[in-house]
């Protein structure tokens, strides 16, 4: 049952994080330029939603790294 929740968590971090990924702007700019995300060269990086995207990403990256580990040691 355990086994079972942790995939799911697995899962939904998996996809999650694909979507944060998505959504930072890179060079050519990101799906975040759909949704306000763009203000230019000068401030790139430098905004409030991009510093709270960057931290959701680690947080969620951290979630999935460890579930990862976790799951590893249960399926030995």
Known sequence: MLTA????????ACLALIFL????????????DMF?????TAAAGSTVVEKNLDRITITV??????TN???????Q
């Open 69 to 75: 580990l976790i799951l590893i040691l249960r399926l």
């Open 5 to 12: 929740v942790i995939v799911v968590v697995q899962i939904l």
């Open 36 to 40: 306000g995300g763009s203000v230019g």
């Open 21 to 32: 990924v998505l959504m930072h702007s890179g060079k050519g700019g990101g799906l975040s």
């Open 61 to 66: 990256a951290v979630i999935f790294g460890f």
